[in-house]
């Protein structure tokens, strides 16, 4: 069983197009979080949800709308899509938020979505 | 926040000991080291950490000064499945579970 599942794991699109990406873990997790690697390897948060409740929201253009039916589920929905939306979108999940002294959280990473925007 | 510094890249052979060192020298007292390992094609997968000293676990040691303000990742005797990019991070446990990550440090391990 994949602990953080992604979909699609490829997508590619043209400019000006609205996309989806689903994200599901089976980890009992109440955290997950939408995270965007770009062409030069740096990893950056993009949003966080605790229990369907956003908690972090970094500058992320308003295009970028992440959804949260249930705690097991986030998903990412882009509008209007631009070539600088090309990058690998992973989603996360942890056990908790914010607790200190706690190791690593269990976090635990999907293993990406590859948006290319042509 | 702690901002970390590694090498962008390293070359090693097989059966080496490899060590990697990160320099952190904004770290808080709440914070602990955190390093995770990616390969191509997937996400970034957590491998140890530590708050002081020396920790051991089945995939590494993390060695960290009594200051706090470096550490270094060191990896028995690697071998090709070992190249991967290696970040080291300082877990802002006050940023409500966000994960910071720096360029890390891209291992080639050669036969």
């Known amino acids: 069983d994949t602990a953080v599942s992604q979909t699609p794991k490829y997508l590619v699109t043209q400019m000006g197009n609205d996309k989806s990406i689903k994200c599901e873990q089976n980890l009992g997790h109440d955290t997950m979080y939408w995270y965007k690697q770009d062409s030069k390897k740096f990893l950056k948060i993009m949003f966080s949800y605790n229990n369907k409740e956003l908690i972090i929201n970094e500058t992320v253009p308003n295009r970028f709308s992440p959804k949260s039916p249930d705690k097991a589920h986030l998903n990412l929905h882009i509008n209007s899509l631009e070539l600088g939306d090309s990058a690998v979108y992973f989603c996360a999940s942890s056990q908790e938020r914010g607790q200190p002294y706690r190791g690593d959280y269990g976090y635990t990473f999907g293993s990406g979505t590859r948006l290319t925007v042509v | 926040l702690a901002k970390t510094t590694q090498p962008i890249s390293m070359d090693s052979y097989e059966g080496q000991e490899v060590n990697i060192t990160c320099s952190h020298n904004n770290i808080a007292t709440n914070d602990y080291i955190t390093w995770y390992q990616q390969f191509p094609s997937q996400g970034p997968r957590f491998i140890i950490q530590?708050?002081?000293t020396k920790v051991t676990n089945e995939v590494a040691s993390l060695f960290i000064p009594a200051d706090r303000k470096s550490s270094t990742l060191s990896l028995p005797r690697v071998s090709l499945s070992d190249t991967a990019v290696y970040y080291c991070l300082v877990a802002a446990y006050n940023q409500g579970g966000k994960l910071i990550f720096g360029q890390g440090t891209e291992l080639s391990v050669k036969p």
């Open positions: 530590g708050y002081k």
